[in-house]
């Protein structure tokens, strides 16, 4: 069973950054996609960075290009999420997510998710 663990959140002021990290056990190949995605209080969840499977696109909403970038460790299939410039609107819990299909861009196409780590920007 594929297990993922977020971490890095935490409290930051406007314009700062933090670094998430998502850290995988159960599978020791790379050939599932992994996705970063957010939810704020009564708000549906969104995806904020989802690569394809070979990484040759990235899905990133209007809201965070330019400021989030996602990369991913195949040797140690981590995903992590740099987030700088973070504004009061980026506060949220922010899980990672992974499906083995890699079917399409929504949280409807992923399996696999964690617990979340929550983000909280203060102005």
């Known amino acids: 069973q594929l297990q993922l663990m977020e971490s890095g959140g935490g409290s930051v002021q406007a314009g700062g950054s933090l670094l998430l990290s998502c850290a995988t056990s159960g599978y020791s190949d790379s050939t599932f996609c992994m996705g970063w995605f957010r939810q704020a209080p009564w708000k549906r969840r969104e995806g904020v960075a989802i690569p394809s499977r070979g990484g040759g696109y990235t899905y990133y909403p209007d809201s965070v290009k330019g400021r989030f970038t996602v990369s991913r460790d195949n040797t140690k299939n981590t995903l992590f999420l740099q987030m700088n410039s973070l504004q009061p609107e980026d506060t949220a819990m922010y899980y990672c997510?992974?499906?083995?299909?890699?079917?399409?861009?929504?949280?409807?196409?992923?399996?696999?998710w964690g617990q979340g780590t929550q983000v909280t920007v203060s102005s």
């Open positions: 997510a992974a499906d083995f299909q890699c079917a399409g861009w929504g949280e409807a196409y992923f399996t696999y």
